[in-house]
Protein backbone atom coordinates (compact mmCIF):
# COMPACT_ATOMS: atom_id res chain seq x y z
CA UNK A 1 0.00 0.00 0.00
CA UNK A 2 0.67 3.71 -0.03
CA UNK A 3 0.54 4.79 3.29
CA UNK A 4 3.89 5.87 4.65
CA UNK A 5 2.81 6.98 8.19
CA UNK A 6 0.50 8.97 10.40
CA UNK A 7 0.37 12.95 11.28
CA UNK A 8 -1.47 13.50 14.71
CA UNK A 9 -2.09 17.19 15.69
CA UNK A 10 -3.01 17.40 19.82
CA UNK A 11 -3.30 19.06 22.93
CA UNK A 12 -1.32 17.26 26.05
CA UNK A 13 -3.61 19.12 28.54
CA UNK A 14 -7.23 18.36 27.52
CA UNK A 15 -9.07 15.44 27.75
CA UNK A 16 -9.80 14.67 24.52
CA UNK A 17 -6.30 15.71 23.39
CA UNK A 18 -4.68 13.39 25.92
CA UNK A 19 -7.02 10.98 26.90
CA UNK A 20 -7.98 9.63 22.78
CA UNK A 21 -4.54 10.42 21.22
CA UNK A 22 -2.98 8.18 24.15
CA UNK A 23 -5.64 5.56 23.07
CA UNK A 24 -4.98 6.34 19.38
CA UNK A 25 -1.62 6.14 18.88
CA UNK A 26 -1.34 2.66 21.14
CA UNK A 27 -3.88 1.24 18.76
CA UNK A 28 -1.74 2.55 15.43
CA UNK A 29 1.31 0.87 17.19
CA UNK A 30 -0.36 -2.35 17.18
CA UNK A 31 -2.41 -2.23 14.08
CA UNK A 32 0.28 -0.48 11.65
CA UNK A 33 3.41 -1.33 14.09
CA UNK A 34 6.26 -0.19 11.49
CA UNK A 35 4.32 3.25 9.98
CA UNK A 36 5.70 6.34 11.28
CA UNK A 37 3.65 8.44 13.80
CA UNK A 38 4.37 12.07 14.10
CA UNK A 39 2.90 14.36 16.39
CA UNK A 40 2.65 17.62 16.58
CA UNK A 41 1.63 18.75 20.11
CA UNK A 42 0.84 21.64 22.25
CA UNK A 43 1.58 21.46 25.82
CA UNK A 44 0.22 23.25 28.15
CA UNK A 45 1.31 26.42 30.31
CA UNK A 46 1.10 27.49 33.62
CA UNK A 47 0.73 30.65 33.00
CA UNK A 48 -2.78 30.27 31.11
CA UNK A 49 -3.85 27.22 32.30
CA UNK A 50 -7.83 27.30 32.72
CA UNK A 51 -8.13 23.60 33.63
CA UNK A 52 -7.02 22.59 37.40
CA UNK A 53 -5.94 19.09 35.76
CA UNK A 54 -3.92 19.92 32.57
CA UNK A 55 -0.75 18.70 34.40
CA UNK A 56 -1.54 15.25 35.67
CA UNK A 57 -3.14 14.86 31.76
CA UNK A 58 0.44 15.83 30.39
CA UNK A 59 2.03 13.31 32.23
CA UNK A 60 -0.23 10.37 31.74
CA UNK A 61 -0.33 11.60 27.61
CA UNK A 62 3.85 11.85 28.18
CA UNK A 63 3.91 8.52 28.76
CA UNK A 64 2.10 7.17 25.42
CA UNK A 65 4.19 9.97 23.37
CA UNK A 66 7.32 7.73 24.46
CA UNK A 67 6.21 5.29 24.00
CA UNK A 68 4.42 4.85 20.47
CA UNK A 69 5.07 7.85 18.43
CA UNK A 70 8.51 8.28 16.48
CA UNK A 71 8.75 11.85 15.97
CA UNK A 72 7.16 14.64 18.90
CA UNK A 73 6.85 18.55 18.22
CA UNK A 74 6.07 19.92 20.95
CA UNK A 75 5.10 23.45 21.53
CA UNK A 76 4.41 25.67 24.78
CA UNK A 77 0.55 27.11 24.61
CA UNK A 78 2.62 30.33 26.33
CA UNK A 79 4.37 30.68 23.32
CA UNK A 80 2.02 30.19 20.70
CA UNK A 81 -0.26 32.68 22.67
CA UNK A 82 2.23 35.60 22.79
CA UNK A 83 3.28 34.74 19.22
CA UNK A 84 -0.44 35.40 18.30
CA UNK A 85 -0.72 38.09 20.54
CA UNK A 86 1.39 39.91 19.11
CA UNK A 87 1.27 39.54 14.92
CA UNK A 88 -2.51 39.04 15.08
CA UNK A 89 -2.78 42.65 17.37
Known amino acids: TGLQ ?11 TGSGFTS ?3 NRLSIDYGKKTKTEF ?9 CVV ?3 YNSVLCSHAMLEHSDVAFLVDNE ?11
Request: a negative charge.
Open 5 to 15: GFMIFHSFGGG
Open 23 to 25: LLL
Open 41 to 49: AIYPSPQIS
Open 53 to 55: VEP
Open 79 to 89: AIYDICRRNLD
